[in-house]
């Protein structure tokens, strides 16, 4: 039975896509560049930033503080000691230095008293100099951020994730052709649409990347000649991370990446129309030498697109753990697929042990992200060494809550359901587990690049859900585009007939 994309799906995937849009345009305008304080005593706090807003809006920001505390009966002493000058900002807005500021960096050392005939409402134990911290870590009291780091962060994190939901989907779909498997033929055609959506993560890295090499974002600090000459370890390095190598080695990759998707895609398509064995072992040549190409290119693609946004910190198991978690969300999207299209009524030769046999990958594909993770983490835990921990620590001390529950999301929930052997061919279990998991691994790639580019200036809201189901709607909707221009069943695939009859 031919597929063709329904009405009902293109409203829904463009819909989403659209109210992902809007989303993320609101969420553009709410960015933040933080300052940060910290408490002396309860009355005296320290307030610094290291960011470069104008002289407007740093009065700006200073105004705020004051008419924030003057509401809530504290006068505030402010000595700029960053700049060599004195701000008294009484309780008046009039009050304020005006001053100009040599530096973009400042430095307030705060004293905070109350106002006059309000000490008795302000005297109920309150902590003022508190108050002001909560102030700034809750956000309340930032700049907006004009250099969009959060933007340009969520757009490396989602471009990112849905390239490797596409590679994963065509490295799996060399294996079966190097290994010549059979069981897998009648679900061929959906890691092929799968692999067809690649050009979605590959332009939005391209946008990403472009705008680091002009300098409108500094996530790459190895981009930046300035800091390259700056710093030591970084300079070292620039043999390798330099533009010109980087350029052509993401030419080379993407380059070999939509190569070989396209040529799987066309080669099958011309096996559908001619039979025999001739285009299959030409495939069965052509996906060897492509793994490995994906063995070299999958490991030095992490370290250049992730790895090096904390230029400072390597992992040599880097590589094999980016790929685990791209070859199970390719996997998880398989399943997710060939469930859609099982409910319309479509994918009828593709049974319980079909189904079976997926569900184990993505077991034991949790399994092998999950050690990778652990080792990683217990090695460089274990030797303890400075550059190498940080990596760590920024991570724990920052991201605690949201770093721990990812591992238990990834790891606990597969282990727990997907060890039985039922719930391997339950389509209940499957939907849940596997959103679950698609999710947690997308907050996998949120702790690779969010420590490295916010550091602990993260947050997360209405821009990060709105870009999520923005990719996600567009990218399920070209899969389902790609379905559509080629027969679901490769009938003259040499094991076809094995895998119609598989069963277990």
């Known amino acids: 039975m031919e597929y063709q994309i329904s009405d009902k799906a293109k409203k829904v995937t463009l819909g989403l896509a659209a109210l992902g849009l809007v989303l993320m345009i609101i969420g553009f305008f709410s960015q ?3 300052v940060f304080a910290e408490r002396l005593d309860e009355h005296s706090v320290k307030v610094e930033y290291w960011g470069k807003a104008d002289e407007a809006k740093i009065e700006q920001l200073k105004s705020d503080l004051v008419s924030t505390m003057e509401a809530k009966g504290y006068q505030l002493d402010i000595h700029d000691d960053a700049h060599g000058h004195d701000d008294h900002a009484e309780v008046h807005h009039e009050g304020h230095g005006s001053g100009h500021h040599e530096s973009e960096t400042f430095l307030w050392n705060i004293h905070i008293s109350h106002l006059e005939g309000t000490e008795a409402h302000g005297g109920h134990g309150e902590d003022a100099a508190q108050i002001v911290v909560d102030l700034c870590e809750s956000g309340d009291l930032a700049f907006f951020d004009t250099h969009f780091r959060r933007f340009w962060s969520n757009l490396l994190i ?3 994730f849905f390239f490797g939901i596409a590679l994963g989907a065509l490295f799996y779909l060399a ?9 897998g033929v009648v679900v061929l055609r959906v890691y092929e649409a799968i692999a067809q959506a690649m050009p979605i993560g590959v332009i939005v890295l391209i946008i990403v990347f472009l705008a680091g090499s002009f300098g409108m974002h500094d996530i790459y600090a190895w981009m930046d000649p300035d800091k390259v000459e700056a710093d030591h370890l970084i300079w070292r390095k620039s043999g390798y991370f330099n533009q010109a190598f980087f350029w052509l080695r993401v030419v080379i990759y993407f380059g070999t990446f939509l190569f070989f998707a396209n040529w799987f895609r066309k080669m099958s398509k011309r096996e559908d129309a001619e039979g025999g064995t001739e285009i299959h072992f030409k495939m069965y040549r052509k996906a060897a030498l492509f793994l490995v190409l994906f063995a070299v290119f999958s490991s030095t693609m992490s370290w250049d697109f992730i ?8 992992s040599t198991l880097f590589g094999w753990y980016t790929f685990s978690g791209i070859w199970l969300t390719g996997m998880i999207m398989v399943i997710m697929i060939v469930g859609y299209l099982k409910s319309q009524g479509y994918l009828k030769l593709v049974n319980k042990s079909h189904i079976h046999d997926i569900a184990k990958w993505m077991f034991a594909l949790s399994f092998l992200w999950s050690y990778l993770w652990f080792s ?11 550059e190498e921990t940080i990596y760590y620590w920024e991570r724990i001390h920052e991201y605690k809550i949201l770093y721990f529950t990812m591992f238990g999301l990834n790891f606990v929930l597969p ?13 209940p279990f499957i939907i849940v587990i596997g959103t679950i998991a698609f999710i947690g691994h997308w907050f996998d790639v949120f702790m690779m690049v969010m420590p490295g580019t916010l550091h602990d200036e993260w947050s997360f809201g209405i821009l990060e859900i709105g870009m999520f189901i923005m ?3 567009l990218f399920v909707y070209t899969i389902l585009k790609s379905l559509g221009k080629a027969p679901l069943m490769q009938e003259n695939h040499p094991f076809f007939e094995e895998s119609k009859h598989h069963d277990f």
């Open 32 to 34: 933040k560049e933080y």
């Open 158 to 160: 989602n471009g990112f």
């Open 175 to 183: 294996l079966q052709y190097a290994t010549e498997s059979g069981w």
């Open 307 to 314: 790895m090096s946004i904390d230029i400072h910190w390597y």
């Open 376 to 386: 990683q983490f217990m090695l460089i835990w274990y030797s303890n060494i400075g």
């Open 415 to 427: 282990l727990v359901f997907f060890i039985a052997r039922d719930v391997k061919r339950s389509w």
């Open 471 to 473: 990719f996600l709607a």
